[in-house]
């Protein structure tokens, strides 16, 4: 193998593995409430659907410790709560110092 294709296998080996490690999701969605008067839930992606039509949080969502009574609601909860863990993440988020 020539100096070139050794670099370019090389190269294309770590933007796999750097890939495959930057798609990995291990966050767990929470567990449905406990302590309320619904008896049936549903998973929906991170949040929980109540489904329990004698109880007082049917069609309700519960997510990262909240309710919400509507789809929109919970929607805005969870842009907030992804937007403030995006801004606090990366490039430029820590502290600045100029000069010396």
Same mark, same amino acid.
């Given at each position: ?13 770590? *933007? $796999?593995?750097?890939?495959?490690? =930057? ?7 929470? !567990? ?6 619904? @008896? /049936?839930?549903?998973? /929906? +992606?991170?949040?929980?659907?109540? /489904? ?6 049917? #069609?309700? %969502?519960? %997510? #990262? +410790? *909240?309710? %919400?009574? !509507?789809? &929109?609601? $919970?929607? !805005? *909860?969870?842009? @907030?709560?992804?937007? &403030?863990?995006?801004?606090? @993440? =990366?490039? =430029?988020? +820590?502290? @600045?110092?100029?000069?010396?």
């Amino acid at each position: 193998m020539s100096k070139s294709t050794k670099w370019i296998t090389g190269i294309s080996a770590v *933007a $796999l593995i750097a890939g495959m490690t =930057g798609c990995s999701n291990t966050t767990k969605a929470s !567990s449905p409430p406990k302590d309320t008067d619904c @008896k /049936e839930w549903e998973q /929906e +992606g991170d949040a929980w659907e109540c /489904e329990d039509s004698s109880s007082s949080h049917y #069609n309700h %969502y519960f %997510y #990262n +410790g *909240a309710f %919400y009574n !509507s789809k &929109s609601n $919970l929607n !805005s *909860a969870i842009k @907030k709560s992804t937007s &403030s863990t995006k801004a606090s @993440k =990366g490039f =430029g988020s +820590g502290s @600045k110092s100029f000069g010396g």
